[in-house]
């Protein structure tokens, strides 16, 4: 029996693949800012998560640039990349809403509905990717918006953040439906219905 090789998965890495994990490290980050936020009440951890969004936006767009670059793909960097993205454009936005002061029990169902769009939207991206690239290398459209499209949602937030109005400062205030649902939370709730949509958006 063939000993394992110590690091081989490692080893199979392309340098885009690393950009990809990049991606995934500053989505992580962000909710560990979000997370010491809501342990230290010092708002700059909100301010660190939004910004930590946009890098991870750049490491997203350099390696599919990277890989062009290098004519080196995979499914492996495929997979890699749609885990990232849901880390980095799915949970993290939906935990700065959360740390921001979304935490209502209507809140939570929309921020939830939010990331399980995402999810499903990189699913059906990644299934359907050899059928839009019509034979070639490049996907010609997206069908619905691209998840990192919730950079917008982290920008308001982040702006929200710089103002003082989180919290019960929060924007808009809170409504209480049976629970509390605040309005601001239901920019999540359309983002999410675009990106499952059938719309369909050329790939630049």
Known sequence: ??????????????????????????????????MTFL????IRHVWFACWLIPAALVFDVLDGRVARWRQQSSELGRELDSLADVISFGVAPAAIAYGCGMQGLWDRVVLVFFVVCGVSRLARYNITALKHSEGGDKVKFFEGTPIPTSLLLVVVLGIAAWQGSVGENLWFGALHLGFTLHPLVLMFAVSGSLMISRIRIPKL
């Open 1 to 34: 029996m063939d000993k394992p090789k110590p690091f081989s998965m490692i080893r199979e890495f392309h340098l885009a693949d690393w950009f990809t994990l990049a991606n995934a490290f500053c989505g992580v980050g962000a909710l560990f800012a979000v």
């Open 39 to 42: 342990k230290t009440g010092d």
